[in-house]
């Protein structure tokens, strides 16, 4: 499996982390190793709204093979609603599309200081301001 991209939004830090090779065998992708990669930090005492809360959108072991319904992942994390874990799986471009960029997943923790979206292009990571305008001509 590819790495997955750990960044966090209050500092504009991010590195790499690698899946042991023995997880990969013991739970393949998906929610079960999202479950096993967020297991020790999805504790009792932690508030789900708070900006130390991973998220981490994490590919399945087929996403963008040429497989049939391989354009699959899901976002993991702690539930605001029952303060337990919380998954939900999507499919299209993104989680294929996030492996062609060399990374099988983003962990998300911290809180950016204005509204900003993540840009993946050709090994390079940006971290840029959403564009205030909402007509033509904006960047």
């Known amino acids: 499996m590819l790495p997955i991209l750990k960044i966090n939004l209050t500092t504009g830090i991010s590195e790499e982390f690698v899946i042991p090779r023995e997880w990969e065998r013991d739970f393949l992708g998906g929610a079960s190793l999202a479950a096993r990669i967020l297991y020790p930090y999805l504790t009792k005492e932690l508030n789900p709204l708070s900006s130390e809360s991973p998220l981490l959108f994490i590919n399945g072991p087929l996403s963008g093979t040429s497989g049939p319904t391989t354009g699959r992942f899901v976002i993991c994390g702690k539930s605001p609603a029952t303060n337990l874990w919380a998954e939900s799986g999507i499919g299209g471009f993104w989680g294929p599309e996030l492996r062609k960029a060399g990374y099988d997943g983003l962990w998300i ?3 950016s200081s204005s509204p900003v979206y993540i840009w ?5 990571l940006e971290i840029k301001e959403r564009c205030a305008c909402l007509g033509e001509g904006c960047v």
């Open 120 to 124: 993946i292009e050709e090994g390079r």
């Open 109 to 111: 923790t911290g809180k």
